[in-house]
């Protein structure tokens, strides 16, 4: 059991929003009193006096304050598990990725965005951890590519995103992408640095379908945007308000 111990209120108000927003099973005790017998972390403030508090060499204590707790209770997850707790982000690309954190074999965090926010995402969630791992699928060619290349600043592996995607009963629509993100965060893959894709043909026509169709005058953008698109560095409306303004 985790049991929050501590004077900060910020830092209690927040690792406890935190647990429950989770579904974990806490506690929580005065700084310097009896710990619980199925206590096993400890999350406490840095200045938190816990002198004479008897852990028995079982308890591990955790740190943060207020502006890391969910940091924290990550960490307080990973000793419950008794695994390394490697934070591993695994992307299942396309227009709107789904991206899931995984701290260990735990499932911490998971998101549904826009393409164009899902580096944001990314960087959040890793840019406190310790030797952070981002997986992509290789499925979405062109949105994949985007991000790889953005993600600069963080290790990145290219995951074989077969069967990833599972089957969605009743109720559960929306859901694939953000499970599929879940499975290929848990596929080791082969570490790239960049990835450079043409889009074919096909990819540029589909673009254009999709921008006469977008288009309230049935307007179909050239090549040249069509790439811009595919490359993820325009949106349709983007590319349909860049196009109109070359005739102004």
């Given at each position: 059991m985790i049991v929050v111990?501590?004077?900060?209120?910020d830092l209690y108000h927040e690792?406890?929003?935190?647990?429950?927003?989770?579904?974990?099973?806490?506690?929580?005790?005065?700084?310097?009193?009896?710990?619980?017998?199925?206590?096993?972390?400890?999350?406490?403030?840095?200045?938190?006096?816990?002198?004479?508090?008897?852990?028995?060499?079982?308890v591990t204590r955790v740190t943060a304050t207020g502006d890391?707790?969910?940091?924290?209770?990550?960490?307080?997850?990973?000793?419950?598990?008794?695994?390394?707790?490697?934070t591993v982000v695994g992307v299942d690309p396309g227009t709107r990725p789904g991206v899931a954190v995984l701290s260990g074999?735990?499932?911490?965090?998971?998101?549904?965005?826009?393409?164009?926010?899902?580096?944001?995402?990314?960087?959040?969630?890793?840019?406190?951890?310790?030797?952070?791992?981002?997986?992509?699928?290789?499925?979405?060619r062109l949105?994949?590519?985007?991000?790889?290349?953005?993600?600069?600043?963080?290790?990145?592996?290219?995951?074989?995103?077969t069967g990833t995607t599972p089957y969605l009963g009743t109720g559960a629509r929306g859901m694939g992408d953000v499970l599929a993100a879940v499975n290929i965060a848990r596929r080791d893959g082969?570490?790239?640095?960049?990835?450079?894709?043409?889009?074919?043909?096909?990819?540029?026509?589909?673009?254009k379908a999709r921008s006469r169709e977008a288009s309230e005058d049935n307007r179909t953008i050239d090549d040249a945007l069509a790439r811009r698109v595919a490359g993820g560095e325009l949106s349709i409306d983007e590319a349909l308000d860049e196009h109109r303004s070359r005739e102004e």
């Amino acid at each position: 059991m985790i049991v929050v111990a501590t004077a900060d209120f910020d830092l209690y108000h927040e690792a406890v929003s935190e647990l429950r927003s989770r579904g974990v099973a806490f506690t929580t005790v005065e700084p310097g009193d009896p710990l619980p017998e199925r206590a096993r972390v400890l999350l406490t403030g840095p200045d938190d006096d816990l002198d004479g508090v008897d852990t028995g060499g079982d308890v591990t204590r955790v740190t943060a304050t207020g502006d890391d707790a969910r940091r924290a209770v990550d960490e307080a997850l990973a000793s419950l598990r008794g695994g390394d707790g490697r934070t591993v982000v695994g992307v299942d690309p396309g227009t709107r990725p789904g991206v899931a954190v995984l701290s260990g074999e735990t499932v911490v965090a998971a998101f549904h965005v826009p393409l164009s926010d899902a580096v944001e995402v990314i960087r959040r969630e890793t840019e406190d951890a310790v030797d952070p791992v981002v997986r992509i699928g290789d499925g979405a060619r062109l949105q994949g590519a985007k991000l790889i290349n953005d993600l600069d600043d963080v290790a990145v592996e290219l995951v074989d995103e077969t069967g990833t995607t599972p089957y969605l009963g009743t109720g559960a629509r929306g859901m694939g992408d953000v499970l599929a993100a879940v499975n290929i965060a848990r596929r080791d893959g082969e570490r790239i640095e960049s990835r450079e894709i043409e889009p074919t043909e096909g990819e540029l026509t589909r673009i254009k379908a999709r921008s006469r169709e977008a288009s309230e005058d049935n307007r179909t953008i050239d090549d040249a945007l069509a790439r811009r698109v595919a490359g993820g560095e325009l949106s349709i409306d983007e590319a349909l308000d860049e196009h109109r303004s070359r005739e102004e």
